[in-house]
């Protein structure tokens, strides 16, 4: 259940209390105040904390929470430097308390099927992948509303590099086996100029509004590669300024095949454009993809037990196509039953420390940095994820509606 709510804004408190009156479900105990989460982190009927915060806030009290005992599952990303990331691996190592990165991405569908194909060969060893964050977010980082507005705008003034990568990276990650046989070695970075933000700041925003005298720093497109112990190599691009339909790429090259499973929102719906290749025989090439009516019949074949379980219900709850759904079903139930958490804080820290040294790279004519070992050796030994699977035999989806994510368990 629900033991507390926090929010420094009262009106957001009193909202979440009135879903709660509405399913006539026991009132948390509020929090708030910008430094409320404090309150809720050291009180004792507490057991797990969602963080759900401004990017500056996710590891000050991801650490917080551990250090009281409580699970840490914190929003992406996960932290901003690298000394976040190794602070907050010490401090789960320290306190044998789990923090999870909440990469909800890696629990969509295609990205799921993605990794089934991964997982069982048909891919063959992947080699490359492509992933990104493409989303035109100029109207909301320059909207008047609190909320993302409020600091996102900011991160665009005062950064370069990619300040978002685990969108497009998480479920790469999962199936390169990142940390689990194989991990980041080192990275370079570049950027476009920046003209997009400006732009829209010129052209929309009244003529008194001060942001119109702004410098931006972020360029429009950045373009990261990263290669990984094993010599495999991994693009990444950030780009929330340009005119362009909204993609995370999703592009895996294998030895055996290619999978490309685009994601993509017209309108605010989330759908893929999926996209499979196999070569028959060594040497013949790929020179088509396959067939829609083969390709669906792939895509069924090969659904993940967690959609083909819970994915109608997690479709009619919503967020983000049901995935947001799923990846709290998924924590939840290896929480309960002593189960690792699949996006643990050695992947977390692998992919939000690119935060710091994507701006590092970019700022210095697109150096290379070495990406830390935060498993100190322990790639090596890791076993890879296994099915993310779930046992839903005892769980009561009856009362679960739209934007309803609570269950019986």
């Given amino acids: 259940r629900f033991s507390s709510i926090c929010d420094k804004k009262d009106v957001r408190i009193e909202e979440n209390l009135a879903w709660f009156r509405k399913r006539r479900q026991k009132l948390p105990r509020t929090f708030n105040g910008i430094e409320g989460w404090k309150a809720v982190c050291d009180w004792d009927e507490v057991d797990v904390v969602y963080i759900v915060t401004p990017w500056d806030l996710h590891a000050p009290i991801a650490l917080r929470a551990m250090r009281n005992g409580k699970v840490a599952l914190v929003e992406v990303p996960g932290a901003f430097t690298v000394d976040e990331c190794w602070e907050l691996v010490e401090t789960s190592e320290e306190t044998r308390i789990p923090c999870m990165m909440l990469e909800n991405a890696c629990y969509g569908e295609i990205e799921l099927l993605g990794y089934n194909l991964a997982r069982f060969g048909l891919l063959g060893e992947i080699v490359h992948s492509e992933c990104a964050y493409i989303h035109d977010l100029r109207m909301i980082c320059c909207g008047k509303e609190f909320g993302e507005s409020e600091w996102r705008y900011k991160e665009q003034l005062r950064h370069k590099g990619n300040p978002y990568?685990?969108?497009?990276?998480?479920?790469v990650c999962m199936c390169m086996n990142i940390n689990r046989g194989d991990r980041f070695d080192y990275l370079v970075s570049l950027e476009s100029n920046q003209v997009n933000f400006e732009r829209y700041i010129k052209k929309m925003m009244p003529v008194d509004d001060p942001r119109r005298k702004d410098k931006i720093e972020m360029g429009d497109m950045n373009t990261t590669l990263i290669k990984t112990a094993l010599g495999k190599s991994i693009m990444v691009q950030h780009d929330v300024s340009s005119p362009r339909p909204y993609s995370?790429?999703?592009l895996m090259s294998g030895t055996k095949g290619i999978f490309w499973?685009?994601?993509?929102?017209?309108?605010?719906i989330s759908l893929s454009t999926l996209k499979i290749g196999f070569e028959e025989r060594c040497g013949e090439g790929i020179h088509n993809f396959l067939s829609d009516e083969k390709t669906n019949e792939i895509r069924e074949q090969h659904?993940?037990?967690?959609w083909r379980k819970v994915g109608e219900i997690a479709k009619k709850v919503g967020g983000h196509g049901g995935q947001d759904f799923i990846?709290?079903?998924?924590?939840?139930?290896?929480l309960q039953n002593g189960i690792p958490l699949d996006i643990d804080v050695y992947d977390?820290?692998?992919m939000s420390c690119l935060c710091e040294l994507t701006e590092k790279?970019?700022?210095?004519?697109?150096?290379p940095y070495d990406i830390p070992d935060f498993t100190r050796g322990g790639w090596k030994t890791a076993k890879p994820l296994g099915s993310l699977d779930i046992d839903v035999s005892s769980l009561d989806f009856s009362n679960v509606g739209k934007d309803e994510s609570a269950i019986t368990v």
């Fill in 361 to 367: 790279s970019v700022r210095n004519k697109s150096h």
């Fill in 248 to 250: 995370r790429l999703n």
């Fill in 165 to 171: 990568p685990t969108h497009g990276l998480g479920p």
């Fill in 327 to 334: 990846m709290d079903l998924r924590w939840a139930y290896c």
């Fill in 348 to 350: 977390l820290a692998a």
């Fill in 303 to 306: 659904k993940h037990s967690l």
């Fill in 261 to 268: 499973g685009m994601p993509w929102r017209p309108h605010g």
